[in-house]
C-alpha cells in the first residue's frame, strides 16, 4: 500500500521547537522530490519546503526560511523537517508530499509547490503543530 504517514506534531511554546517526520511506504523516496505543506485555519495552504535528491535543489518559504531545515533518510524512506524558533504564526496542520521526477522538469523544487496538489501525487494525512505564545 502506497502511503505517506506524517508524525511528530504537537503543543509547544513560542521558540521552541519540533522535529516533523513523513514515512514513505510502498515507493521509494529517492525517486521523488518531498516537500512540506501547511495550512492554518481559514488560511490558503502554503507550501514550505521541498528537497529534491536527483537535482539537490531546495525550497523554503519566506516565512520559515533559516529556521525549518528539511531533511531525508533514504535508509529508512523517511523526510524530516526540523522546525526551530516556532512562531504563534507556524500553527498549522502541516501535510508531507511527493512527486515522482518524471512529471516535472527541473529544478524540481522550483514549481513543486504547483504541481504537488495535482491528482496522482501523494500526500500524508497531515499532523497538527500548535504553538502557543
Known amino acids: 500500500q502506497v502511503q505517506l504517514v506524517e508524525s511528530g506534531g504537537g503543543l509547544v511554546q513560542t521558540g521552541g521547537s519540533l522535529r516533523l517526520s513523513c514515512a514513505a511506504s510502498?515507493?521509494?523516496?529517492?525517486?521523488?522530490?518531498i516537500g512540506w505543506f501547511r495550512q492554518a485555519p481559514g488560511k490558503e495552504r502554503e507550501g514550505v519546503s521541498c528537497?529534491?535528491?536527483?537535482?539537490?535543489?531546495?525550497y523554503y518559504s519566506d516565512s520559515v526560511k533559516g529556521r525549518f531545515t528539511i531533511s531525508r533518510d533514504n535508509a529508512k524512506n523517511t523526510v524530516y523537517l526540523q522546525m526551530n524558533s516556532l512562531k504563534p504564526e507556524d500553527t498549522a496542520v502541516y501535510y508531507c508530499?511527493?512527486?515522482?521526477?518524471?512529471?516535472?522538469?527541473?529544478?524540481?523544487?522550483?514549481?513543486?509547490?504547483?504541481?504537488?496538489?495535482?491528482?496522482?501525487?501523494?500526500w500524508g494525512q497531515g499532523t497538527q503543530v500548535t504553538v502557543s505564545s
Open positions: 528537497f529534491s535528491y536527483t537535482d539537490g535543489s531546495s
Open positions: 508530499a511527493a512527486v515522482i521526477y518524471s512529471r516535472m522538469v527541473p529544478p524540481y523544487c522550483s514549481h513543486f509547490e504547483v504541481v504537488a496538489p495535482k491528482a496522482g501525487n501523494y
Open positions: 510502498g515507493f521509494t523516496l529517492k525517486d521523488y522530490a
